[in-house]
C-alpha cells in the first residue's frame, strides 16, 4: 500500500484499529505505546514497538522524528493515529511540527479543548439544545462549602481525563458514584492531594442500569462535514474500577433527531476525524442526555468495521484519496461485543433486549473485537480464552444490579 498505519496505545481500540486497516487494506500497522497487552501480544498484524515514557512529549516528538527518518527511504504517507485521550492531545498539541511528516486526521487544538474540557462542552450544548446532566463544576482551591441543586448519590469525574490520570493514586477511579457530602469532600481532597490540578465535574446521577447507555461513533471529513454515524444502545459495561463506563457490549440502534442534533454541533466548530459520544437515557424526563465527546474512535469502534462500516477505510478515503462521502445514518441493528456471549445473555436484564441479541447472533450480524481469523496463533488463542474465562470472575466480582 501506498501508506502505513501508525497507531499510538495497547488497548482493544488499538487492536480494532490495526484489525480495521488489517481487514480493508492487507498492511501490518506499525504500534509504539510505553507498554504492550496481552491484547496486542503475539499479533501477525502489528508490528509492536515499545517506547518507555512515549506521553512525555519530548520523547514522543523525538520518536516521532526517528520513526519518520526510518520510514522515509519507504516513500509511503505515514497515518498517525491516537488510540487513547492523552495520545491523541499530544498529536493535536504539537500538529505544526508533526504535520510535514504524518498524516494527521484530527481537528486542531482549539477545537479539542472545546470538547475535552467539560465546562466549555457543556456550553456548547446548551447552544445546541443538546441534553446533559444537571452539572456543577468544582475549581481546584474552591470552598467545599458548597451546595447542589440535585440530590445524592451523584457522579464525580474530572474535566480533564488526560491530567487526571497523569496524577495515579491507590483507588484511582474513571468515575465516581457519592452517595453524600461528607464522601465527595473527601474524595476531592484526595484527587487534589495526588496532584490533580484540573477542575472536577459534579453531575446528578441519572439511574438505571448499563443498558440505558449509549455510545455515538462520528466520522467528520477535512472539510467538517460529518460522513458517518452509529449509535450504539450498550448491553453492559466493565465493572472493574478502572474500567467503569468502557463499553463491553452494544448494539446498533436509531435516533435521527438525536444525531443530527450532534451532526450540527461538531459541524459548528470545525471539527475532523472520528469522534465517541457517551450518553444516558433518564427515564425521569425521557431525555437522552449527553455525558460527553472523546476525540477519537471509541473502545467499540469494531462494531463500525464488523458491520460493512470500516473505521480506517473512512480515514484513508478522507486524508489519503481525498473523496467526499454523502452523510450516512446507520440504521440496522447489529451486536458488537468483547466479552462471552454467555454473559451478555446472563447479565442483561432487559428482556427485550435479550430477544434482540438472540436474534441478530441467529443471524450471524454479530462481531467480537478480538477474534480475528487471519490472526491466529496458539499463544494468542490460549491468551483469548484465558481472557474469556477472567470475564466470568470479573462480573461476578464487581458487577452490582442496578436498585
Known sequence: MEFIPIL???????????????????????????NTSGIINHSKIINYREIPNLDETNVFLKTMDNLYQELKPLNKKLILIGCADHYVRLIVENKEKLKSKFVLPYTNLDVLNKIV?????????????????????????????????????????????????KASFPGQYKVYTINN?????????????????????????????????????????PNSKVWYMNLGNVLLEEHTPKGLGSNAATITVYNEELMLKIKNLLESIGYEGWADCDLKYDERDKKIKIFEINIRQGRSHYRNTGSGYNVAKFIVDAYINNKEHDLTLVKEPFFW???????????????????????????????????????KSIRRNIYLIIRNLNQFRKYKKYYKKEN
Open 337 to 375: 461485543h468483547v466479552i462471552p456471549k454467555k454473559i451478555v445473555l446472563d447479565y442483561v436484564e432487559d428482556k427485550e433486549k435479550l430477544e434482540l441479541v438472540k436474534r441478530l447472533i441467529k443471524e450471524h450480524k454479530v462481531c467480537h473485537s478480538l477474534f480475528y481469523k487471519n490472526d
Open 181 to 221: 457530602k461528607e464522601e465527595l469532600n473527601h474524595t476531592l481532597k484526595k484527587i487534589y492531594d495526588a496532584g490533580y490540578l484540573g477542575n472536577m465535574i459534579i453531575q446528578d446521577r441519572i439511574p438505571g442500569s448499563d443498558n440505558k447507555m449509549y455510545d455515538l461513533h462520528v466520522f467528520t471529513g
Open 8 to 34: 499510538l496505545a495497547s488497548d482493544i481500540n488499538v487492536y480494532s484499529m490495526a484489525r480495521a486497516f488489517h481487514e480493508e487494506y492487507k498492511v501490518k500497522s506499525i504500534v509504539l505505546a510505553r
Open 117 to 165: 474540557l467539560k465546562e466549555s462542552f457543556y456550553e456548547l450544548c446548551e447552544k445546541n439544545h443538546i441534553d446533559y446532566p444537571k452539572t456543577y463544576i468544582y475549581k481546584k482551591g474552591s470552598s467545599l462549602d458548597f451546595k447542589l441543586d440535585f440530590n445524592y448519590p451523584v457522579i464525580l469525574k474530572p474535566s480533564d481525563s488526560v491530567l487526571y490520570f
